[in-house]
């Protein structure tokens, strides 16, 4: 590991100026993916600013409804928060199917946007890779991908985003607070991950230097019907195969209104926007769950050894809407009996 | 003030002790522990965050010690398993682990141990976990399943598993705090 800097922010302006103030700069925050990636030679910053004591811990309650999450809140504090567990369980759910325990009373909000892809290439500094070093080339694309990604992603990066937390957040359409070295901006969570095209290095669209301050979610009063299904390889402390945050509406039988999420499918967590559309005023049946999913699927592409997150996806799109609908969604036509 | 701008002092208080140490900000927790403190009971597993072997407890919750830098934890309070019994007197969990053979090798057990006491505390402040049906009202006791999720960043390579819930399972019922 290269020796390094240690410097512990004290407000936010002061984090950033020191940040700016060297190219070879990191935040620290809980430390889980970033001290990782220093031990494997992936991350060599010079000097760390620890932001974990900045006053940017609490969850705030919004006038007009709504949550401000501060961005070093922990994990483990945020999945805890009584109005996160009342008023949006598809957060609670997707912290809590995070990591570890211990883990997640490490992370922090902020970090958990911005950890890094888990691709065993990216991990593995003897491997090439774009995303690393731009121009490299990528190994994953033919290389070992079962874990990678089947929507957006280009011949220079197959990587996906590795959070849960995110994939709630997506749905919930949180705006990312963040603080550059021009000053504060908004940035809707939807617009925060990019997608690789030619530059895989560029995973965030904040300026560099950039500091998350705190992430906003909107009243969203049907998210009290809203949950997180993850599929893994084992049943806890596992990264998800594939994921699935959902929050519903209904209207009688009819989909008033429907949010989802994708995890462990491209290189930013997923808004099925197109799966959204396709039942909206439409029956809540599981048949309509199944072509919404294939609506938003008709766009994904199979790398070599990921082809089973299509049907994945598609399952736990299904599985998670009908759990949420429970009661009010036709009985499926009898089949095969 | 400490000579290279790549050394800091770090003031730790380790088991209810104070220490004062300078280390290079290259120090992991875990390496301040075992090689400046000669405290050796929290173990190097993966040294990647990945076994909880090296599992302490910083300012009252559990942490993994290997993927904190320990400049990052200075004017912290930290618990390792050398600071679980009170003296001779075994932690209820340690009693319970022995009753129940909780290990075999032994290797991650001061992990499990810390991680325990942790997710323990953890139950009683109401945090629910996956394994939690009603997230609003909590955990309802601790189910073997909750057990298991709770633990599961704890690995045991023996598969000591069954006897470790059992242990945590009896320790949780006849109350652990101390």
Redo the contacts between chains.
């Keep these: ?1 290269r ?4 410097e512990r922010g004290t407000d936010p302006g002061q984090a950033v100026t020191l940040v700016a103030g060297e190219p070879d700069a990191a935040y ?1 925050g809980g ?2 993916n970033l ?2 990636l220093m ?1 494997l030679g992936v991350a060599r910053p010079r000097l ?1 600013v ?1 932001v ?1 004591r900045l006053p940017l811990d609490s969850v705030e309650p919004l006038p007009g409804g709504g949550l401000r999450i501060g961005a070093t809140v922990r994990n ?1 504090d945020l ?2 928060h ?1 109005t996160v ?2 008023d949006y ?1 598809v957060l ?2 997707a912290l ?2 995070g ?5 997640r ?2 992370a922090t909000v902020g970090g958990n946007l911005l950890q890094r892809t888990r691709c065993y290439y990216f991990q593995d500094v003897s491997r090439p890779c774009n995303k690393r070093e731009p121009g490299a080339g990528c190994s994953a694309l033919d290389g070992q991908n079962r874990d990678l990604a089947i929507l957006g992603w280009s011949p220079q990066c197959v990587a996906t985003h590795p959070s849960d937390m995110a994939v709630a957040l997506v749905a919930l359409d949180a705006v990312v607070e963040v603080l550059e070295p021009a000053g504060a901006r908004e940035i809707p969570l939807t617009e925060f991950h990019r997608l690789p095209g030619e530059r895989p290095d560029q995973e965030t669209t904040m300026e560099p230097g950039g500091l998350v301050t705190a992430v906003r979610i909107p009243a969203l009063p049907y998210a009290r019907r809203s949950t997180y299904r993850k599929a893994r390889d084992r ?3 596992a990264f998800a195969a594939g994921s699935v945050a959902a929050a519903i509406d209904l209207d009688g039988p009819l989909v008033r209104e429907v949010r989802l999420g994708y995890g462990a499918v491209a290189h930013r967590p997923w808004r099925a926007r197109l799966a959204e559309e396709a039942l909206r005023g439409q029956p809540a049946t599981e048949e309509n769950f199944r072509l919404a999913a294939d609506e938003e699927l008709a766009a994904a592409r199979a790398l070599a050894h990921n082809a089973f997150k299509i049907p994945l996806i598609r399952n736990l799109t299904v599985r998670t809407l009908v759990e949420l609908t429970e009661g009010s969604v036709e009985p499926a036509a009898e089949r095969g009996r | 003030m400490t000579g290279s ?2 050394r ?1 002092p770090v003031s730790l208080s380790v088991n209810g002790r104070p220490y004062e140490l300078d280390l ?3 120090t ?1 927790l875990l390496d301040a522990l075992r090689e400046h403190l000669a405290l050796t009971g929290a173990k190097k597993g993966c ?3 990945q076994c ?1 072997s090296c ?1 302490v407890l910083l300012d009252g ?4 010690s290997c ?3 320990a ?2 934890a200075a004017g912290g309070s930290l618990v390792s398993i050398e600071g679980l019994a009170d003296g001779t007197d075994l932690h209820p969990l340690q009693s319970c682990f022995v009753q129940h053979d909780a290990f075999q090798c032994g290797y991650c057990t001061p992990g499990q141990l810390c ?1 325990a006491a ?2 323990l505390d ?1 139950v009683r ?6 394994a ?1 049906e009603d ?2 009202a909590g955990p309802d006791g601790l189910t073997d399943s909750e057990i ?7 690995l045991c390579r023996c598969a000591a598993y069954p006897n470790i819930v059992s242990a945590i399972r009896e320790a949780s019922a006849t109350g652990s705090r101390r």
């Excluded at chain 1, 020796?3 to 240690?6: D, E, G, H, I, V």
């Excluded at chain 1, 990591?99 to 883990?103: E, K, R």
């Excluded at chain 2, 919750?61 to 993994?64: A, E, S």
């Excluded at chain 2, 402040?125 to 996956?130: D, F």
């Design positions: 590991m020796t390094f800097r240690y620290l430390g889980t001290v990782d031990k760390l620890d974990t483990s999945a805890a009584p567990r009342r369980p609670a759910r809590l199917a990591a570890s325990g211990q883990l009373n490490m049943a806890s402390f | 701008p790549h800091s290079d900000n290259r992991t040294d990647h965050g909880g599992t919750r559990r942490v993994k993927l904190i830098f400049v990052a991680s942790g997710m953890e402040q109401g945090w629910p976990s996956l939690t997230l609003v298991r999720e709770r633990m599961s960043g704890n």
